[in-house]
């Protein structure tokens, strides 16, 4: 998780890469959510958790490369 700065150990992280980076934050009503910088990439909503959206994040991200 190269490059990614973390508001806090749950909080929001982002990452200003524009193939590799993004946003990975939570919403009250959908759960974790992850917002790509690399443009061919939906936002993905509805995750369980921080470490989730990570995990998702990396599958995602190694299947453009």
Do not use: C
């Not at 193939?19 to 993905?44: S, T």
């Not at 958790?49 to 995990?55: N, Y």
């Amino acid at each position: 998780m190269n490059g990614w700065n973390h508001l806090s150990e749950n909080g929001m992280a982002t990452n200003a890469d524009p193939v590799r980076g993004g946003i990975i934050d939570q919403n009250p009503v959908y759960g974790w959510f992850i917002i790509f910088n690399h443009e061919q990439l939906p936002v993905v909503e509805g995750l369980a958790s921080k470490a989730r959206a990570f995990e998702v994040f990396e599958k995602t991200i190694a299947g453009i490369e």
